[in-house]
């Protein structure tokens, strides 16, 4: 607004602009199970610290868990998941955390070891989506959040323009989107700016890693980001601006949009027989990381598949056994729910030793 307001002002603003973001768009429901994709960044523990304020201000009735996904960078990942536990500690809430390894059987070190550093980040947003879903299953939840910014908003829009990517831009838009067409997934920070989530954790005192990736070129990224800083320096509206526009932009009915199928191996949402991950790791195990790469398996070559029946030699493990397990977790949560108890035998949680589960 333009407005200059003190400390405690700041801080109450702030968060009533993200309650009426989480209000206005009916984000949740009482009882819900939520997770919060965590990376230790700032994003994700303004997030993280506001939505557990806003909870215990309001009422929402939500059970609150910490999601975080180890890609396997060394020097990176695991500083900033050490950064995740103490926030766990900080504001008592259970942490669940899922690694690459542990789910595709390769770190991120391996994979760029093997693609090099050009489009290391194709690979690891692709999993890093599919793992925060895979977490999600594991603990049951309702929804998961994430801690995208209006500045991350404003670049995704103008980079799906200038791609000329429609069905992207039609999407990237939305507050809430399907996840893997089970678990909704929201951003409740979608009309915070960056310097706004800077300047509420720095005078939060709030406990973040500010390091970048090691694998972090994403030029293409870098550019649109940019050039939104300078747009914002000659006109301080122009990142909700953009987000505005593309709000309002409507996809031609002509332009052809994907349609949601089912990845025939694991199961996840997919247009394309094969899934991205399921391509990717195909293409990584079979020493041909660009099969991955380009839009389908199909496409890549013709190939016969590692083991000649078109299956990679690492098997993720199938959605429909993470829903199924996820459903028996919740009816023996809700036999047992007076009793507090665990049973280790049911609990995916109990398969790593992971923190979090009841
Ligand atoms: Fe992964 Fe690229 Fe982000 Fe690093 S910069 S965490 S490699 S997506």
């Known amino acids: 607004t333009g407005q200059r307001v003190c400390k405690e002002c700041f801080f109450r603003v702030f968060e009533t602009e993200v309650h009426h973001t989480i209000v206005d768009n009916g984000l949740f429901r009482p009882g819900d199970r ?28 939500l059970e609150l868990f910490l999601l975080s996904v180890d890609e396997g960078i ?46 290391n980040c194709t690979f690891c947003g692709v999993f890093r989506r599919q793992a925060l879903d895979r977490g999600a299953l594991m603990l049951d939840l309702d929804h998961i959040v994430t801690g995208h910014n ?44 960056e310097k ?73 949402l997919s247009s394309n027989a094969v899934c991205k991950a399921c391509a990717l790791l195909e293409g990584l195990e079979r020493g041909i990381p660009k099969l991955g790469i380009s839009r389908t398996v199909k496409d890549a070559d013709g190939l016969p598949a590692h083991g000649g029946d078109g299956s990679s030699a690492v098997e993720l493990v199938h959605f429909e056994r993470l829903r199924e397990r996820a459903r028996a977790i919740r009816q023996q949560r809700l036999e047992t729910a007076d009793s507090g108890s665990c049973d280790a035998d049911a609990c995916l949680c109990a398969d790593d030793g992971a923190s979090g589960c009841r």
Request: contains cysteine; aromatic residues 10%.
């Open 34 to 61: 939520i997770g919060i994709g965590a990376s230790g960044g700032k994003d994700s523990t303004v997030l993280a610290y506001v939505m557990k304020t806003l909870n215990e201000r309001h009422g929402y009735g």
């Open 74 to 119: 060394s020097g990176y990942r695991d500083d900033s998941l050490e950064t995740v536990k103490r926030n766990r500690d900080q504001y008592g809430l259970p942490l669940k955390i899922v690694s690459y390894e542990q789910l595709y059987g390769w770190s991120m070190d391996r994979i760029v070891e093997a693609v090099g550093r050009k489009n």
């Open 150 to 193: 209006a500045d991350d908003v404003a670049e995704t829009i103008l980079m799906n323009m200038l791609r000329g990517d429609l069905p992207r831009l039609g999407r990237c838009t939305e507050i809430t989107t399907a996840g893997d067409g089970y678990i909704g997934r929201s951003k409740p920070l979608k009309y915070a700016y």
């Open 196 to 268: 706004e989530i800077v300047m509420y954790a720095y005078l939060k005192r709030l406990d973040y890693f500010s390091t970048e990736c090691t694998y972090s070129p994403n030029a293409y990224r870098g550019y649109a980001r940019q050039f939104i800083k300078d747009l914002e320096a000659v006109r301080p509206s122009a990142i909700i601006d953009i987000i505005h526009s593309g709000e309002a932009m409507k996809v031609a009915s002509t332009v052809a949009m994907p349609v949601p199928a089912q990845c025939e191996r694991c199961g996840y």
